[in-house]
Each structure stands twice: as structure tokens, then as C-alpha cells.
């Protein structure tokens, strides 16, 4: 195959009536979201998005949202995924860089603010009025996106923004295709499966493993419009889930929020991203650890555990990489450089990682000045992760060598929030780090300086925020400690630094 549409064709064809959507009584066929997105070609047409125009796709996952990317796909569009819960001001930042021609909302209120020049369009509303249409304006054989070149760009997907504003990183089609082989080979993915992807689709993880990965082991696809703990092995049980997508947070709600009486029941015999309390704890027989990221060909490493088997390194199970995708290379960059294949075992650093072909990696960051590829000379791209290699000459991750803030599954951008919060009266330095939360992940730590904390401004500003952006204490210092060169943040020290004055920001605003 050359390119995503003739995957969907394809899969349209050989299985019209497997299920694809969200899980429930009411999920479409394949069959049924093909011929909704190919009745809304002729629109997409009309407004711009069509054929090798960029599209930005904003909105909560639902029928109508993968609908709509169905339709992007099929009419050759490039689509960046965007996360829906970024406030206006900070999207139109993104997309200034993107300069797309159309945005398509979908569960979601529309923002003239955001793209003004691009056309914009209701994905739910497209959606509606062409399933009841009489016909289809496009044929499966006749589909645009079939015109499209591997290499040729598919979309875009951002990086969290963990340290600045969110890049868009450029993946074309034969990104996505061995992507999709690669995890249905991994985890034996056939005609015999549903995979439930209960995630944010504008992340890798639902999309690429979820929905890419399913479709090519032609199992059917199922997701979910927001993930809940007590309904969610109900509804496992009823959609008969054999393989389920997560990550680190829902896996670690679940174990914390469901017991073993509550799974019973169900099918599923594979979890992406487990560990031995969740594989034990819901009688799951196979769980999959790996290491990857959206620049590094959207997962680059990947192992099998089986039930009742756990690691004997401290970082655990779900921290191993284990061993590389066959068309990936790798090493640690660091004092004891090496690969995990040249002897170099207990190799601590960051990891580097280089394709031996072209198309697997991402393509490089897009920005308004055009494609910024952070390869060396020689095709090495240096993650940001540091990791190490076992006594097997497998990888393991350590963590992020950047600096980082992850709330219920979502990295904060932490250069955003602190703007917001520096225009507060009262504070006259400002950063944003992290603790321990009680639950999952982290809290979002405000530190200030300034004569006194500003509980009202700071409530006002948090308000206009999304959940997993706002911070749960304030924190004044004397001094923000910075770096004496660039001035630049040394979070780290704020861990150890004398706080003059602790604020809960949730009790504060009671």
C-alpha cells in the first residue's frame, strides 16, 4: 500500500461491517463511517480541504470526529490532530505556524479567532447532513487520497509543549503504514479482535496503535468519547474487547478505582502498556511495555509480558523498551555510549534513534518558515529520553531528560502557563513546576515572587484555563532561581528552595 486511503478502501471492502467507532449500542460499521466520509468529499472540496490542503482537525474523539479524519484521509487532505482543550489564544498560536486552509471543529465551540484566514467547518454538522444524503458524491475506486505518495505528508500531530510552544511534527504516509504493520505484527492483531482505544485521538497512542494498528490487522475499532473509570469494564464486557490501547494514567486509575469482581467477564487477552498488578489484578494474559514517541516513528521499541512475570530492574515493567523495531537503529549517547548491539550492556544516557530507510521517523517540526529537521549528518535524532541498555542489550527508559509536567495523562506547556500567570498584579516573577499528586501524575506547582500570594488573581487567571493546567498550590519565593547566563529557569532547584508563604489554591478558592 502507498497511502492511508487505499488502507481504509481496502479494509472497506474486505470488512464493510466490522464495527468502527465509539463503543456502545449504536456503533457504525466501516462500511457505514466510509460512505459518511465519502459523502462529504464533494463539501470538503468546495471549502478547501482537499486534496494536499493542510486541515486542522480540532475536537473531542467521537463518530463524528473519526468520521471526519475518514473523510480528510479519503480526500487527500493533510490533517494536524489538535488538542481540543488548549484555550483559543494558545491555538491560534500553534496553527499561525501551521497556516492551514480549513479547520474542522468537532465537539467543539468555534473560534473565528483561531486560523482566521482558513475556512472553517462543523465536522458533526457536515457529518449529519451527508448520512442522510441521497448517494455519494465519491466512490471508493475514485477517492482523491488515493493519488497521494508514500512519502508523501499525511499530517501532523504536536508535541505537548512541555518547555515552549507546541510543534507540530510532520508524518507522512509511510510513517503511518509501517507504524500501523508494526504494532499489528507486535501484538498479533487479525480479523478475530476488537481493539477499544479509549484515548484523546489527537494523541498517537488512540490513532496510530489504536485505529491505524486495528485497521491493519483488520480487527474492528472501537473508542470511547471520555474515559471513565466506573463504566469502564461494562462497557469492555458489552463491546467484547479483545485488545485494549491505554497508557500510563488510565492504567494506574483502573488498578486504584476497579477491583478483579468488576473486570469479570471480559475478553481480553492483551493490554498495551500494562504491568504485572494490572495484567494479575484483571486477569489479562499478555500485556505490552514499549518506548517510543511521535518523532521517533510513533513506537521504536516494544516486548511481551505474560501474566505473573515481572521485571527484576527498578524502573519496571512498564519503563522497558525491550527490543527495537526491526527498522529502527538506536543507542545511548552519553559518557558510556553504545548500542543494543555492540556489547556496550549497562550503557546510561540519552537516546538517539535513526531509521534505515526513509518514511519511519517523523519528517521534522513544521514551522512558519517551513521544516526544521533535527537530524545530525549522519541521520541521528536525539529523543530528549535518557534511557540505558540491560544485561540483554535491551533498552530501558529512566525518564525525560527535559523538564517536564504530565496531569491526568497531559503534559502541561509550562512556557504558556507561566505567561498567563505573570500578568497577575502582585507577582513579579513566576514559574511553574511540579509535585507528587495523591492520584495519578503530577500537581501543578505555581512559584511567585511578590509581596504576598495573589489568591484572587491567581483564581481569576486559572479559570480561563483547562483542569490539567491549573495549579493546585502557590508557592512565594524571594528569588526564582534562574541561570545566571540565559536566565532560564533551573526548576530543579525549586524542589529545595525556602518558600516564604504556602497557598492551597483549591481551598483558597472555596
Request: proline letters at 6%; aromatic letters at 8%.
Amino acid at each position: 500500500m502507498r497511502n492511508l486511503a487505499e488502507l481504509v478502501c481496502d479494509r472497506a471492502r474486505r470488512r464493510p461491517g466490522a464495527r468502527f467507532g465509539m463503543a456502545g449500542k449504536a456503533t457504525p460499521t466501516l462500511g457505514q463511517a466510509v460512505d459518511r466520509a465519502l459523502a462529504s468529499i464533494t463539501t470538503l472540496d468546495e471549502a478547501g480541504a482537499c486534496l494536499g490542503r493542510r486541515v486542522a482537525l480540532i475536537g473531542t474523539t467521537s463518530d463524528s470526529y473519526l468520521t471526519a479524519w475518514l473523510a480528510l484521509v479519503l480526500a487527500g487532505a493533510e490533517t494536524a490532530l489538535v488538542n481540543p482543550d488548549y484555550p483559543d489564544e494558545l491555538l491560534a498560536e500553534m496553527l499561525e505556524q501551521l497556516s492551514p486552509d480549513a479547520v474542522l471543529w468537532c465537539g467543539r465551540a468555534f473560534a473565528p479567532a483561531v486560523a482566521p484566514d482558513a475556512v472553517h467547518l462543523n465536522a458533526e454538522a457536515l457529518d449529519q447532513a451527508q448520512s442522510t444524503s441521497a448517494g455519494r458524491a465519491t466512490t471508493l475506486d475514485d477517492a482523491p487520497g488515493l493519488q497521494r505518495g508514500r512519502f508523501d505528508v499525511a499530517g501532523w500531530m504536536h508535541t505537548s509543549g512541555t518547555t515552549g510552544l507546541p510543534k507540530f511534527c510532520e508524518q507522512t504516509h509511510e510513517y503511518f503504514l509501517r507504524l500501523g504493520r508494526f504494532i499489528a505484527d507486535s501484538m498479533c492483531l487479525s480479523e478475530a479482535d476488537t481493539v477499544l482505544a479509549p484515548l484523546p485521538m489527537f494523541h498517537i497512542n488512540p490513532l496510530g496503535y489504536g485505529v491505524i494498528g486495528g485497521l491493519t490487522g483488520s480487527a474492528e475499532v472501537l473508542g470511547l468519547e471520555r474515559f471513565s473509570a466506573s463504566g469502564f469494564w461494562p462497557l469492555v464486557r458489552e463491546a467484547d474487547a479483545t485488545v485494549l490501547i491505554l497508557h500510563a494514567p488510565p492504567v494506574e486509575i483502573l488498578k486504584r478505582a476497579t477491583s478483579a469482581a468488576d473486570a469479570a467477564g471480559h475478553r481480553v487477552n492483551r493490554v498495551f502498556f500494562a504491568d504485572p498488578d494490572f495484567l494479575e489484578s484483571f486477569d489479562v494474559p499478555l500485556g505490552f511495555s514499549a518506548y517510543g514517541s511521535t518523532e521517533a516513528g510513533g513506537l521504536c521499541h516494544i516486548w511481551a509480558w505474560r501474566q505473573g512475570e515481572r521485571p527484576d530492574h527498578p524502573e519496571g515493567m512498564s519503563r522497558y523498551g525491550g527490543r527495537s523495531r526491526h527498522e529502527v537503529q538506536w543507542r545511548i549517547n552519553g559518557p558510556t555510549a553504545g548500542t543494543g548491539t555492540d556489547g556496550a550492556r549497562g550503557a546510561t544516557g540519552e537516546i538517539e534513534v535513526r531509521a534505515d530507510r526513509p518514511g519511519v521517523l517523523f519528517a521534522g517540526y513544521r514551522r512558519g518558515d517551513g521544516l526544521v529537521e533535527p537530524f545530525d549528518d549522519d541521520g541521528w535524532f536525539a529523543t530528549g529520553d535518557l534511557g540505558r541498555i540491560d544485561e540483554s542489550g535491551n533498552l530501558v527508559f529512566i525518564e525525560r531528560a527535559s523538564e517536564s509536567i504530565r496531569v491526568k495523562g497531559e503534559f502541561v506547556p509550562i512556557g504558556y502557563v507561566e505567561q498567563r500567570f505573570a500578568s497577575v498584579d502582585g507577582v513579579t516573577d513566576v514559574a511553574v513546576w511540579r509535585r507528587n499528586s495523591e492520584l495519578v501524575d503530577d500537581e501543578v506547582v505555581l512559584y511567585l515572587v511578590g509581596p504576598s500570594v495573589p489568591t484572587e488573581g491567581i483564581e481569576t487567571v486559572s479559570r480561563q484555563l483547562p483542569p490539567f493546567m491549573r495549579p493546585a498550590v502557590a508557592a512565594r519565593l524571594a528569588e526564582i532561581p534562574r541561570d545566571s547566563g540565559v536566565g532560564k529557569v533551573r526548576r530543579r532547584l525549586l524542589d529545595d528552595a525556602t518558600v516564604l508563604e504556602w497557598v492551597d489554591l483549591a481551598e483558597a478558592s472555596k
